[in-house]
């Protein structure tokens, strides 16, 4: 329990430190295998009775797999499926104790969710604990970031036992929050400097002095070398760079790089070394 609340804690973290913090934290228990067959069963015998009166979708999985008629969107199937039988009715008990400690230390750390029952995530490997990040300003796909425990994947894939718990991230919806929350603008994720190779070869010199400043905080953005300079501003105005490095021949060799502020127009000659610090400063 608690390194599902560990994960889900650090989370809600960084959608703080980023600016996103209108959004909702859905949380459910999916149980254990025998209590998602034990579900699945109990699903498929209520929907025989009222499927005949959902979209062919619902009708399909039914019989499929029960858990994605959850899913619907559809607002005339919304009654059905509240009528449905609960998962925490067929939670054996460590599941759900489980569950009630993940609970009580994000309680305890003043993390607010809502369970819903009905997000089971629609996926076998994934056992009791699940949750969504969902943020109101991007429509009907909400979700911001979603994932859960999956005890027995790595078993299912052929490996070793392999207790886990993970999520997965939408880099266009977490964008698109930022925005919406307009705490944070889009000129947040420009680049801090615009790396732009001169140069057969210099493609690879350029990627080196890219990570080593990413290593250290900085955001950069790298060009080609088959750009020509022209094309290099062009590139590192519309990615809303500060500043441009130039990686040529003559750079590398002498370890000296022209520096320019794309604001200012002021250009300086930087050593390799303190590159860096420079960008910093």
Do not use: W
């Not at 009166?53 to 499926?81: F, H, W, Y």
């Not at 699940?130 to 790595?154: I, M, N, P």
């Amino acid at each position: 329990p608690a390194r599902d609340a560990e994960i889900i804690i650090m989370l809600a973290q960084l959608l703080d430190e980023v600016g996103i913090r209108t959004y909702e934290l859905q949380l459910n228990s999916v149980g254990c295998a025998s209590d998602r067959a034990a579900y699945n069963q109990a699903l498929r015998e209520a929907l025989a009775a009222v499927k005949d009166r959902m979209c062919g979708d619902c009708r399909r999985r039914a019989e499929t797999n029960p858990l994605r008629v959850l899913d619907s969107k559809l607002e005339s199937e919304q009654p059905i499926i509240d009528a449905l039988p609960r998962i925490s009715q067929y939670l054996d008990q460590p599941c759900r104790e489980h569950f009630n400690e993940v609970k009580r230390i994000l309680e305890r750390t003043g993390i607010r969710y809502q369970v819903n029952e009905r997000m089971v995530r629609g996926l076998d490997y994934y056992t009791r604990t699940t949750f969504e990040f969902t943020h109101g300003g991007l429509g009907s796909q909400s979700a911001l970031l979603g994932g859960g425990r999956y005890d027995g994947l790595s078993e299912s894939l052929g490996g070793p036992r392999a207790p886990g718990i993970g999520f997965a991230l939408g880099l266009d919806r977490f964008v698109l929050a930022l925005q919406a929350e307009q705490s944070v603008a889009a000129p947040s994720f420009a680049p801090e400097v615009f790396i732009a190779p001169l140069g057969p070869g210099m493609n690879a010199e350029a990627a080196v002095i890219a990570r080593e400043l990413r290593t250290q905080g900085i955001a950069a953005d790298l060009g080609d070398e088959t750009f020509k300079p022209k094309k290099s501003f062009e590139a590192a105005e519309r990615a809303g760079a500060r500043r441009i490095l130039f990686v040529g021949e003559n750079e590398v060799k002498s370890g000296q790089f022209a520096l320019k502020d794309l604001k200012t127009g002021e250009q300086v000659t930087v050593a390799r070394a303190e590159i860096a610090a420079r960008l910093k400063g």
